[in-house]
């Protein structure tokens, strides 16, 4: 099993910004498609995009991909792959499934034929008729789209967004990896400003500290794959090393972080304290319209209140303060993700650029406004 598919899975929108990130760790060898990527690679590298990748949502193992218009193909398919070489005698093997535009759409009766024939095929190895599955978890998902079948395996365990700094969130928070997404989407690097002045959790601020000073994003978190039968876990020990050693921790940085709520600064800096990175943002409370910047070429990333998180009034309101601070700092570049369609209107300008991406299931739009270069 060396040479080996792995599939990147993304929030959809984002499947340029982790083929960007993918590319810049030297893979080649992509194939595009929505919300997924699969990359030609080899079996350490399931530890690599695991422990490295910062926009992708998991990294599964692609097992076998077939077409399946009847049950019956479906498990005969399954039936044929050599599930000992992937399942021990006691993993807690569970199965997941999905099914879009494909003949086989019931998903339940996928997930039951799957399973039937893995258990038919371990039986043959393992010679037992029972598996009690006491082990170590093993995600395993069949997904049909347009009558082919792909089997495979949940390397990552829980999603990446789970880095393992957040132990506490304020209403309802940005994920990680979108807070990472909306960061690579800018211009942003470590010789300007970067302000969120409704910062929350501190979710984007300390996605922007661990991407300037190469934190990688797995290092605090365990993943499925590494009690796999098949992996060795010092290969995971060895890129973890090396995540390690290069980590900037002298890179200085000028990061602040404000919100409205002293609960939410409290829970952002105890964030920011387990990753060792309360020295590099500035977490203060105040309203937005208090908001003392310098005119210098900064860059504003945030997610403003929207939604249900706060009336239409008050969301309209704070858009307007968002604006007249960017007409007073005009050397400044914006880059704000709203579901409101109404933003640009309350801002008081037209974006640059308007990107639409969905933070879950809610479509929300990335409004970006570029500000003049910095001065060499």
Known sequence: MEN?????????????????????????DLEVS?????????LKDIAILNLRLRTAERVLLLIDSFRAETFEELFDK????????????????????????????????????????????????YKVSWFEKSGPRVK?????????AEITMDTSGDGLHKRGYREVNYKAPLSETIAASLVKLTFWNKDRILADP???????????????KNIAPGLMRDFDFVKFKFFDEDIFKEEKKKCYSEINYDEKLEILASDVSHKAIQIAKA????????EDISFFQKDIRDL?????????????????????????????????LARSLKTW?????????????????????NRKLYNGRLKTYYYQYYGPKPRR
């Open 4 to 28: 080996i598919k792995l599939i990147a899975t993304t929030n959809m929108g984002l499947e340029a910004v982790t083929k960007r990130e993918l590319l810049d760790l030297g893979y080649e």
């Open 34 to 42: 929505d919300g997924k990527i699969k990359i030609s690679c080899q």
């Open 78 to 125: 399954v039936f044929e792959i050599r599930w000992w070489d992937y399942i021990a005698e006691d993993d807690q093997f569970i199965i997941q499934g999905r099914s879009r535009k494909s003949k086989l759409f019931s998903i339940s009766d996928c997930q039951r034929i799957t399973e039937k024939a893995i258990i038919e095929k371990l039986k043959m190895k």
């Open 140 to 148: 395993i998902e069949v997904s049909l789209l347009n009558d082919i």
């Open 198 to 212: 409704f910062c929350g959790s501190g979710t984007i601020p300390i996605e922007a500290a661990m991407i300037e």
């Open 271 to 278: 964030n920011a304290e387990i990753l060792g990175l309360d």
């Open 292 to 324: 003392d910047l310098p005119d210098d070429y900064g860059v504003i990333i945030t997610n403003p209140p929207y939604g249900e998180r706060i009336g239409k009034e008050d969301v309209d309101e704070l858009n307007k303060e968002l604006g007249e």
């Open 333 to 353: 570049s914006y880059y704000i993700i709203t579901a409101n369609e109404n933003f640009e209107k309350n801002f008081g300008k037209k974006a640059d650029r």
